[in-house]
């Protein structure tokens, strides 16, 4: 195998497509303490990705070696790739995109020396000379996979390349809050970050709805800080692009974060959508391991179940504080998919009319049941109707969310057997002490069957016989099985819709809403109750 091959093939590990140049160029200008970074791409990629920075710049003796394999100047010491400060270490990245396109340095230093310019064509340099510039670098990448049809082929559209383009820019933006981004696609601006901090690389980012991205403030865990901002659950993504989290400077998406992530929200978001926030964490750079994959997407940190752990109650907290009356109130009847959620208490006295008093279920005085669905209720002016299903369901979500470790729990009269699948039956076994520690005593019996003896104390009948689907339904979840299992469960337990109620039972179910963190969503993220109030009325009759 002639060398120019060899590097060819290695190459496809690294420059996958033209995202993946894209980001090695930005941060190759980052490590080089970019302030201002400038990108410019044409045919989706595949025609020129061209990023100018103006950071420490390359000595012109060493632009040459830069672009052979192994190259970098990050790292001196097998020790440094303990902790890794930069984001490139490996040396692979100028290498790698020269061996599958043209590419044209250009690029000079702040000693005052001229600059010097070198183009290099599948591998071998073309051109050299001197170039005068200002200090910085710029790399110019043109007909990225020419000799490769191949690859060319497997390509997504442009436009969808276009997109991740622009979304990868993005995610450098709230990365790097102090560095100025832009990206030029096709001749005209689409992205501009002005680089003055976090406030302003979310306004660019997310534009108008930035402020609904509301400050988390700086926490201490146990192995370091985090801080960010947290969209409100109306604010939401068909996909996980609005999830960005930074690790050490480091934009990173391994799957388990984001699930906990997700799984922080998901009792508050409609099925199906995704939360969008910026999240910065700060740790021990000894601690995180970003030495696993050739494009250094995956990283791995010491301890990170337990970091993941802290995290998502640390965001559930935060989300359920800002559940409050005057957020209901925002979403009367007439705008019922609209929430706006985050400020708390305060917007009450700040804005509009008085409402005056905390919402209160407890207090309200019980009118009657409507439809078969929904209790109808009076308090101040302010007319309620609570969805009996969903209240019933955020109550036992509580009760089993919150469980863990305890619990009461109560023998069942009549043990209830189930069997499983035969490719569910070890996953089942291994969460068995999980499931005791929710207050479902689970035993094994025979191959396939299982006997429930015992389920957690205050919960209604019906909840230990709902336990075999919801356990086969969150099978395929990883660590965030459990979440799985108890929004399930909640809401195979709860009170139908269509069942008809007493009083006394209306009067339960509100009081135990009332017990509630989080009272006016139920776990899938549907709202649980509806508002009319007397003003609303009076403007639609037009009483005096
Ligand atoms: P790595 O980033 O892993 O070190 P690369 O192949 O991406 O490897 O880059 C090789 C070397 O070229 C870097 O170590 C750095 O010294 C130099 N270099 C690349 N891009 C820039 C830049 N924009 N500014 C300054 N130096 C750069
Ligand atoms: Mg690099």
Redesign the pocket.
Known sequence: MSPALAQRIAAGEVVERPGSVLR??V???L??G?RSIRATVAGAGLDLIE?S?D????APD?LA???SRH?????LSEHDLDAIQ????????????AAVATVE?T?ATSSGQAGARIVLREGEVREEGRRARAP????RVLDLFAGLPVRRSFLPNPRAERAHLLSLIRLYALARPMVRFSLTVDGKEVFHCAGLGEPSALAAVYADQAARLTPLGTHTLSQGQVHGYLGDPGLTRGNRDGLSLVLNGRWIRPKGWLSALESAYQAILPHGRHPVTALYIDIDPSLVDVNLHPAKLEVRVRGDEEWRMELGALIRERLGNSLTPAALLANPLDRPRQRTLPTPRRSLREGGPDYGEELNFASMRVLGQVFHTAILAEAGNILYLVDQHRADERALYEVLATQENVVASQELLEPIRFEAKDRDLEIIEARLPELAGLGFRVERFGRRTFLVRSQPTGLPEGTAAALRESLAGSVDEGPNWRERLVVDLACRAAIKRGTALTDQEMLTILERLQRCASRTQCPHGSPIVAVVRAEDLARHFKWP
């Open positions: 090695e160029l941060e190759n200008a490590d080089a970019a990023v920075d950071g420490q710049g390359i060493e070696l830069a672009f190259a970098t100047s990050k790292i930069t984001l490139g270490f490996r040396g692979e990245a100028l290498s790698a995109i340095a690029s910085g670098t710029t790399i």
